[in-house]
């Protein structure tokens, strides 16, 4: 019974803790583009270390 005194403040502090990061990402605009960076890890990167561009020139 004495932990339940000392956890749940603990418990209700971290849950507004999260709930104010949740309302201060919103209002800095972090969930502007969430599919951007989605397709960015997607994408084809053409030029990666295993097939070097050629030089220009051959």
């Keep these: 019974m004495n932990s339940l005194l000392i956890l749940i403040p603990i418990s209700l502090g971290m849950g507004v803790i999260g709930l104010c990061a949740f309302f201060w990402a ?24 295993d097939n070097p561009p050629e030089k220009e020139g051959r």
């Design 26 to 49: 919103m209002r800095n605009n972090q969930f502007d583009d969430p599919e951007g960076n989605a397709w960015r890890v997607i994408t084809i990167d053409t030029h990666s270390d």
